[in-house]
């Protein structure tokens, strides 16, 4: 597998991953994605260049900066904000061309929450925990206009990540889906990699694996050989 896009660091719906541990990775994403539709996604606030008397806020607290990405394609800085407890988060990009902040739905980040890889279509894919499995936001970058894409993503099994498994130059977006079946064993580890692009558009996924660990390229997951997907 050819990768020509290159990771640049380290993402919604707080209430839809309480479906996940019970339910198939296609049902999961149906689930996700119709929950997102009625919760509406992050809003976007464009602003001006901050000056010293402005203070962002995040909820009703002054916003903590948690992390600060470079994307050296278009000279941008995407930092990621929160209140004091890493609630209440925002996305503020920052270029040449002005400030755009994203607030997200994601109930607790950490610094660690966002990542981002460039490519002819660059992105930025912001993660949280939620009841054993993780849950994310992906922000789109089209040749310096930024938007945040309308299918939030999901993983019961605890990973998402963007890698460009396809080699088109764009990043997909990763998931780790558990394989058990209805009435797992509690000792069950079955995964498989089940892949999409930034649209939401599943990719395909992986065979099925004994334990996350034996997944192609792990912990940088990038399965070469994907079929259609089975729950």
């Not at 503020?92 to 929450?113: E, L, M, N």
């Not at 894409?149 to 558990?178: C, I, K, N, W």
């Amino acid at each position: 597998m050819t990768r020509t896009s290159r990771p640049v660091v380290i993402a919604v719906v707080a209430a839809a991953l309480v479906l996940v541990a019970a339910l198939g990775t296609t049902v999961v994403m149906r689930q996700l994605r119709s929950a997102a539709g009625e919760s509406g996604q992050g809003t976007r606030v464009d602003a001006g260049p901050a000056t010293p008397e402005q203070v962002q806020l995040c909820g009703q607290a002054a916003c903590v900066k948690l992390a600060s990405v470079s994307m050296p394609q278009f000279k941008e800085t995407v930092e990621l904000l929160a209140d004091g407890k890493g609630q209440s988060a925002r996305l503020r990009i920052t270029s040449d061309r002005g400030t755009v902040v994203f607030s997200s739905q994601i109930p607790t980040v950490v610094g660690k929450s966002i990542t981002c890889e460039e490519g002819k279509t660059s992105a930025c894919l912001l993660q949280g925990p939620q009841d054993g499995g993780v849950v994310g936001e992906v922000y789109v970058d089209k040749a310096g206009a930024w938007s945040q894409t309308a299918m939030p993503f999901g993983s019961d099994a605890g990973y998402l990540a963007l890698r460009d498994v396809d080699g088109d130059g764009t990043p997909d977006v990763v998931t780790v889906q558990r394989r058990c079946g209805d009435n797992p064993a509690a000792s069950c580890t079955k995964v498989v990699a089940d892949v999409f692009q930034l649209t939401g558009d599943e990719v395909g996924c992986s065979a099925v694996y004994a334990r996350p660990q034996d997944l192609p390229g792990w912990p940088e997951v990038a399965p070469s050989k994907l079929s259609e997907c089975s729950s």
